[in-house]
């Protein structure tokens, strides 16, 4: 039996998406019959590490790397590994962004859109692009459902940017772009903090809640989404949800700008600077059905849910 270790922490800073990815990988790892362990922190993302618990996988705050075969880092803090995995008997697996969490590793996973040459650090095997995206057993049943659905005669519309409490004037700012639009819909908000809710324009209707484990649900609904460019924004194309993306941060500029050029969705610019016509952008989004039929199967095709048993086969090659 295989013995994986998978190592991330989440956030009130830090977000919850590295433990999503984390969770995807149990899942597939479990259904293999492998012996998972998750350590690190699940701060702010304590509805995710739930799925820990109804796979049985223990959530330790450490674990040593003694006993294990793999080691999975999906960690941004944390520098050179490889040495001391190797030292212990086991394989390093490193989930990286860009150059984000990058560092010499026995598998280097990069499941960007659009990732960008590496240089030579030593490393083994690299699995670079979408196709290796971990997509979590709910968003492959969502995917599912979302099959056949009708959209609504008033648009369903998700805003999520992602765990962090530091977002809500970008919400705020993105809410009054959607009300400027003039049309009608009903906004679902997920968002931790208190955004500046705008007064709604006749038939539009907002409604404000935090993140929590409904998303998916909500996702299977939703018409047109608002997202960042990280995790969540891979969830939707999976799902093929048009969507309107954000750069929220400096680490999300290649996923933002490898999802718009292959099409995937519509850019609305970064927090720190919207888009000048994020309003127009949301209005075509809102009204166009060819745009969102576009988005939605470009989006679905590319991420097709089946990211985490690519890494998975390549472990098991490597053993």
């Known amino acids: 039996m295989t013995r994986l270790v998978l190592r991330a922490d989440a956030s009130g800073t830090i ?92 598998l280097v996973v990069d499941c960007g859109f659009a990732p960008a040459p590496r240089p030579d650090d030593g490393s083994g095997e690299l699995l670079r692009g979408v196709a290796y995206a971990p997509m979590r057993d709910v968003v492959r049943a969502a995917r599912e459902k979302r099959h056949g659905r009708e959209e609504a005669v008033r648009p369903h519309v998700t805003v999520v940017l992602g765990g962090g409490t530091e977002w809500a004037s970008t919400v705020s700012a993105l809410l009054y772009a959607l009300r400027d639009t003039g049309l009608p819909f009903v906004a679902d908000v997920l968002v931790r903090g208190e955004p500046v809710v705008p007064e709604a324009l006749p038939g539009q209707e907002f409604r404000v809640q935090p993140p929590g484990p409904g998303l998916l649900d909500l996702l299977v609904e939703t018409d047109v989404a608002v997202s960042a460019a990280g995790v969540t924004l891979l969830e ?7 969507t309107g993306v954000v750069k929220l941060v400096d680490n999300q500029e290649t996923g933002y700008r490898g999802a718009l050029g292959l099409g995937l969705a519509a850019g609305l610019g970064s927090a720190a600077a919207l888009d000048d016509d994020v309003v127009e952008t949301l209005r075509t989004l809102l009204s166009d059905a060819e745009t969102r039929r576009r988005f939605s199967e470009t989006a679905s095709s590319v991420v097709d849910g089946r990211g985490v048993d690519r890494v998975l086969d390549a472990i098991e090659r490597l053993g």
């Open 15 to 106: 977000g919850a998406g590295h433990v999503s990815r984390m969770v995807a990988y149990a899942e597939r790892a479990v259904a293999r019959g492998w012996e998972v362990v998750f350590s690190g922190r699940v701060d702010n993302a304590e509805w995710l590490a739930a799925r820990f618990g109804e796979l049985a996988v223990p959530v330790v705050p450490s674990a040593p790397f003694d006993g294990f075969d793999v080691v999975v880092v999906d960690h941004y803090g944390l520098g050179e590994l490889r040495e001391e995995v190797n030292r212990a008997g086991a394989l390093l697996v490193s989930v990286e962004d860009d150059v984000f969490g990058r560092r010499a590793a026995d």
């Open 236 to 242: 939707l194309c999976c799902l093929g949800v048009p």
